[in-house]
Each structure stands twice: as C-alpha cells, then as structure tokens.
C-alpha cells in the first residue's frame, strides 16, 4: 500500500468557540463572536460551510457560558419552520444550518484557559484520527475554500498542516509566527516546510513574517503534548507552544492559502468582510457600491 492509501481521511473539525470575545464588547455580552453576523450568516455558519465543503461532517464545538446561541443556530427551528411553511414561504434559506442527527458534539471548556486547553477538551471525541480545527472568527474566503486547500496538501503531504498568510513585519507581534524551511512544493506550490513556531514574539525576534491563520490538520499525538503544556504568552495554554514541540517528531508543514482572509475578531476586519462581501453578492453589489460612494463623496 502506499501512503496516500494508508492515511486517514479528515472527518471531524474542532471549532473553538469558548473565547470571551472581549474586543467586541458590549455587543458580545450575551450574544457569542461567533454569532455576529456578516450580511445574514453568521461567522460560525461561514466556518461550518468551509468544513463541508473539505468533506468534513462531524462538528465539535468547544463552548462556554452564554454560547448556546450558537448550538441552537445549528438545531431545528420546529415553530419557525411550521409557520413559515403555513405561509408558503420557502424554507431553502435555512437549508445550510441543517446537520445530520448525532453529527454536532458540543463540550464544555469551563474556564477560557487559553486555545490550546480548548482544543484539549476535545480529546475523547477526537480520539485516535487526525483533525481539523477552525477559528470561526477568522474567515476565509476561497474558491476552493482553505480548508479544502489544506486538504488536498495532506493527501500529499499528510502529517500536520497550519495555514499561514503574509503580514507586514510590524504585525507579527499579535499572532503565531512560522520557521520557515523549504518552500513552493506541493499542490500549487503551497507548502512551506515549518521548522519552529512562535506565538506573538517580539518583531525583532520573529522568524518570519508568515503568520497561523485560523486553519489547522493536526495529528490526535497533539492532545497528549496538550496534556503537559505549561502556559505561554498571555497566561494562556498556547496550541502554537504545543504544535511547536511536535515538529521534528512529526511531518509539520504550512499551506499558503490562495484567498482571502479577515480577521472578524478585530472592529477593522469586521467590517472590511462585510464590505467585501457585500460588493460581491449579486442581489447587493450595485446598492452597497452606490451607498459607499455617496458616504465616501467620491
Ligand atoms: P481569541 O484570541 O480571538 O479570543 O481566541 P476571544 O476571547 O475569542 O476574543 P477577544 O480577544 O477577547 O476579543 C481565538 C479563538 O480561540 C477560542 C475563541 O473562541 C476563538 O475562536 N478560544 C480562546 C477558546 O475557545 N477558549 C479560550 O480559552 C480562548
């Protein structure tokens, strides 16, 4: 057999979505980050959508307190449902936040330790199979979507794969930041050997200035270097600090995604998906096109 044949596929996603979305406050008092909608989807269903189309179909949330919003934006809405039929309008809208009986799992991550504890509180329904995790918060925006990128790189490449963008050198503080080694191999000469990985080092420190973004394929070993890894950066228990003692045990590359990426955990980013967004939909582009002249006085 070779070992393409021999690996095992990617049929369960992690979605972190415990964090307590502090930046965007006082909107995120009682409704999640993840909730936050851009256009008429929110976050959460962008990310879930990205897993589906990668072929992934078993979703874990890790929530927390005041996030069940966001387990009942994935339920059936019986009522909803019963009287918008009553009035013969069309369900079809509601169609992408419909999942199988059994395929959602949620877990409690009790106190916001940090993304590396949430993914930990994962480990028994991830069990002994690689995995997918997603930072809802974090969109990305491709055709093929990113995760479906990456996993077309770990049909090739297997092992962990971490998506990574370029940023201007004075940004590099704020995120995980690669080693890089060899690079522009693979499918579309995305991959990036990764030799190190850093969370949010000073500038001059930086390795690089290639950056995590939002998009892992990780092998199930990372629960068990999660179970003895201290806190980092920010007092809190890193997946960067993890995943960075797993390479040189494992094949740990990057996949530089051929799209677009905004951050929606930042006002900024929020707002430049919306309007990104918004200037490409069909039923909205002229509107929002005129409107954004008009304010803009151009
Ligand atoms: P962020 O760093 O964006 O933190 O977490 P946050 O709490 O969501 O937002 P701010 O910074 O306070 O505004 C990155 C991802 O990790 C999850 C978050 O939900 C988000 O998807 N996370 C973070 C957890 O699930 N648990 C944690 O303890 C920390």
């Known amino acids: 057999m070779t070992e393409t044949t021999t690996r095992k596929p ?101 106190v916001p330790l940090g993304l590396g504890h949430a993914i930990w509180c994962a480990r028994a329904i991830v069990g002994n199979e690689p995995f997918a995790i997603f930072l809802p918060d974090e969109l990305m925006v491709g055709n093929p979507g990113c995760m479906k990128q990456m996993v077309e790189a770990y049909n090739e490449v297997g092992g962990n794969l971490i998506s990574v963008l370029e940023v201007p050198e004075d940004e590099v503080s704020s995120y995980g930041v690669i080693q890089p080694g060899k690079r522009g191999f693979g499918p579309g000469g995305a991959l990036t050997e990764v030799l190190g990985l850093v969370e949010k080092p000073k500038r001059e420190d930086a390795p690089s200035n290639l950056i995590i973004s939002g998009r892992y394929i990780l092998q199930p070993e990372v629960m068990r270097t999660l179970e003895s890894q201290g806190k980092g950066a920010g007092g809190e228990i890193q997946l960067t600090d993890a995943m960075a003692r797993m390479i040189g045990q494992q094949p740990f590359h990057a996949v530089t995604f051929a799209g677009r990426r905004f951050d929606c955990g930042s006002k900024t980013g929020f707002v430049e998906a919306t309007l990104a967004l918004a200037l490409e939909r069909e039923d909205m582009a002229d509107e929002v096109r005129a409107m954004a002249k008009r304010l803009l006085g151009v």
Do not use: C
Not at 77 to 89: D, H, Q, S, W
């Open 10 to 110: 990617i049929r369960k996603a992690v979605f972190p979505v415990a964090g307590l979305g502090t930046r965007f406050l006082p909107a995120t008092k009682a409704i999640p980050k993840e909730m936050l909608p851009i256009i008429d989807r929110p976050l959460i269903q962008y990310a879930v959508d990205e897993a589906r189309e990668a072929g992934i179909e078993e979703l874990i949330f890790i929530t927390g307190r005041g996030k069940t919003a966001i387990v009942e934006h994935f339920d059936q809405a019986y009522e909803l449902e019963a009287t918008m039929g009553g009035r013969g309008k069309s369900l079809d809208v509601l169609e992408p936040t419909r999942i199988q009986p059994g395929n959602l799992v949620t877990v409690r991550q009790q």
